[in-house]
């Protein structure tokens, strides 16, 4: 389900000619994000941490995929994010291992 969501992702979307826009690295705590096209893509890479994290977005995006769904074997959904229009940032919380993916 994962391997055709992905699938869905590009047809729907078609990222992979896209160039990717680096928007918030945190080395030590293993966390990612980056931009490609409209979709944000949140990565925390971290083994056992929860992340938080506030990216800046002038409007609220809107949800795309979560990694940690039910449906592609995950625990979740246990991610979750929303907008801030008072300082225009959108606030992610991700757990171990796991992505997030929302349109701007």
């Known amino acids: 389900r994962f391997d055709h969501a992905l699938l869905e992702l590009e047809k729907q979307y078609s990222i992979l000619?896209?160039?990717a826009i680096e928007r918030y690295v945190l080395e030590d705590r293993n966390l990612l994000a980056y931009q490609k096209?409209?979709?944000l893509f949140v990565f925390n890479f971290h083994p056992t941490w929860d992340v938080d994290v506030?990216?800046?977005s002038n409007?609220?995006?809107s949800f795309v995929l979560d990694t940690d769904d039910g449906q592609y074997g995950g625990f979740g959904p246990?991610?979750?994010?929303?907008?801030?229009?008072d300082n225009q940032t959108t606030f992610f919380h991700l757990v171990p291992r796991s992505?997030?993916?929302v349109k701007l």
């Open 54 to 56: 506030d990216i800046w």
């Open 37 to 39: 096209g409209d979709l």
């Open 59 to 61: 409007q609220a995006p």
């Open 17 to 19: 000619g896209t160039p």
């Open 99 to 101: 992505a997030m993916v």
């Open 78 to 85: 246990r991610n979750h994010y929303h907008y801030n229009p």
